[in-house]
């Protein structure tokens, strides 16, 4: 059988903590044929080291990260491309799922759950489940290298949104793209409610570009209010209602602050 070559690309920023587990999940794989290609923003951390360690192919760019995943993927050598954030970590069958499942079509979207620790970090971490085949929030990250260079790639000017735009594209070019039904593991939330406001303050001044492109499908993608999720925890009589409600408004005061503090 035919093993088509999949190139894992992870973007990453001063962020060891998490990339041995990142990468030790890709080395674990059922599947393996597969090239990894950590590209670095230069971080003065131990991300070389633990590249090296785990045997993946190191390269230096930036500023931002669709600018390191786009180089990533114009020098990998793999039929497929999947992009794999360095706070992930994959379920041992994720890529073997993705490879199955994308047959004839030019793209797989994945299920992306949260491992949250503590009252607020197990509030995202629902919120995360809830919402995991939301329709405003699809992203493809496994997909085909000539689909991927035809499309152009992800768009460098956008600091955030950059695959929710991509899989908008995908659709209004009408390429052909499903679910894998594949599980990766968030692990890098934000657990206090300080993290979670820096971490919106700064998403909210990077937004304007994608709202400019994206429009008023933009603001629903990135809205930390989902009415469906509220729907759902009323309806399982959840006991994070409250502390969901509590993250959620302060991402929302965050975002909107960082937003207005952004330049026009």
């Known amino acids: 059988m035919n093993c088509p070559l999949v190139s894992v690309v992870i973007p990453t920023h001063n962020s060891s ?21 950590v590209v670095d923003r230069f ?14 192919t190191l390269l230096r760019k930036g500023p931002e990260r669709s600018v390191q995943k786009n180089y990533g993927a114009r020098l990998a050598k793999g039929d497929f491309l999947y ?5 992930f970590i994959l379920e041992r069958d994720t890529i073997s799922r993705c490879v199955r499942t994308c ?32 329709s405003t929030i699809q992203t493809v990250r496994f997909i085909r290298k000539k689909a991927f260079l035809e499309l ?33 593991w968030h692990i890098g939330e934000p657990e206090t409610l300080k993290d979670i406001s820096r971490r919106s303050f700064y998403y909210g001044k990077a937004a304007r570009s994608f709202f400019r492109k994206r429009g008023t499908s933009g603001v629903r993608q ?23 409600t509590i993250v959620d ?3 929302w005061m965050s975002s909107l602050l960082g937003l207005m503090l952004s330049e026009k």
């Open 17 to 37: 903590r998490t990339l041995p587990q990142c990468l030790k999940s890709i080395r674990d794989q059922t599947y393996n044929h597969i090239e990894t290609i």
């Open 43 to 56: 971080s003065e951390d131990e991300t070389e080291r633990i590249a090296r360690k785990f045997h993946a």
């Open 83 to 87: 992009f794999v954030d360095s706070d």
């Open 103 to 134: 047959g004839d079509l030019d793209g797989v979207s994945t299920i992306n759950y949260s491992v949250g620790h503590g009252i607020w970090g197990k509030s995202i971490a629902l919120q995360e489940r809830f919402l995991a085949h939301d």
């Open 152 to 184: 152009g790639g992800f768009d460098k000017r956008l600091i955030i949104g950059e695959d929710l735009d991509l899989y908008a594209r995908l659709l209004e070019r009408k390429f052909r793209v499903g679910n894998a039904n594949a599980i990766e």
């Open 222 to 244: 990135l809205s930390p209010l989902k009415p469906s999720l509220f729907w759902a925890l009323i309806k399982t009589g959840s006991k994070y209602i409250i502390s969901l």
């Open 249 to 251: 408004v302060t991402r």
